[in-house]
């Protein structure tokens, strides 16, 4: 990770909806190559940010810079992966995975090269030709991610995405990510309201407050990598930061 570059700064973000203050004047920035997990309770504003972020919402106040500049998603080569993800079901595993490429107008020989890739780091070969509903949950997940890094993203967005899964999966679908977060030194800025996950993924965690949203408490995470969620450092982390939220 290249030490001090700021990948993304966010200065006095303020979202209202309305008369509703949701986000109320939050400042962070993340690092070039920094895996960022943001936790906070349901309705504080998490999906707002994203959307903030990537200019589905307008600001109320404040901005957000990546790579100094006012966010353009033509300039930008940023993959949100949606907490409702979705595949097309009318399209094969491989033609989902190229989609995206498409549309950037990347070369055709590009675009196989990279669908190749992409298949092969998520283990997807057999099932390229499959469509979407012929598809385990895991291996959908797997198309979703693929896709993702298929369009080479100097900054991955997650909202939630392995919210519904069971645990083993979980796991399995996060150690994968993080391999591919450590091949590409991709910036990952994800979503989660469970704690274990954001201890086990992260560089560093923003927790939030409920609303109006601010931001609680910002921590490292110095764990060694592979992390174990059974150690005594590991659990000492989730303690702590399960103790700052008490949502309940
Ligand atoms: N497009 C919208 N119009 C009005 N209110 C919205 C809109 N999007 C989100 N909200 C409200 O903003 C708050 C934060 O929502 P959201 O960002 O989805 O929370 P989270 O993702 O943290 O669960 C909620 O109270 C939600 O009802
Ligand atoms: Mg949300």
Redesign the pocket.
């Known amino acids: 990770m290249s030490e001090d570059k700021i990948k993304v700064q966010v200065t006095n973000l303020t979202?209202k909806?309305?008369d509703?203050l949701?986000l109320d004047d939050i400042s962070f920035n993340v690092k070039q190559g920094e895996f960022l997990c943001i936790v906070?309770?349901?309705?504080?504003?998490?999906?707002?940010?994203l959307?903030s972020l990537t200019k589905l919402?307008d600001l109320t106040a404040g901005e957000i810079l990546i790579n100094g500049e006012p966010v353009n998603l033509k300039k930008h080569n940023i993959a949100y992966i949606l907490?409702e993800y979705s595949t097309f079901p009318w399209l094969k595993v491989e033609e989902n995975i190229k989609y995206g490429l498409r549309i950037k107008k990347i070369p055709e020989d590009e675009v196989q090269k990279r669908a190749d890739e992409v298949i092969a780091m998520v283990g997807l070969e057999e099932f390229r030709n499959y469509y979407p509903d012929q598809l385990s949950a895991s291996m959908l997940q797997r198309v979703v991610i693929a896709r993702a890094f298929a369009v080479q993203p100097e900054l991955l967005l997650m909202?939630?995405p392995y919210g519904q899964l069971d645990i083993s999966l979980r796991f399995r679908l996060e150690d994968e990510l993080l391999k591919l977060w450590e091949k590409t030194e991709t910036t990952v800025i994800f979503?989660t309201?469970n704690i274990e996950e954001a201890v086990y993924l992260s560089e560093r965690i923003l927790v939030?407050t409920n609303?109006p949203t601010k931001i609680k408490k910002e921590l490292l995470n110095p764990l060694p990598r592979p992390r174990d969620v059974t150690s005594k450092e590991f659990v000492e982390i989730r303690n702590y930061v399960t103790d700052l939220i008490k949502w309940w």
């Open positions: 979202k909806f309305g509703l949701v906070g309770p349901t309705g504080c504003g998490k999906t707002t940010f959307n919402y907490q909202d939630e979503i309201h939030l609303k």
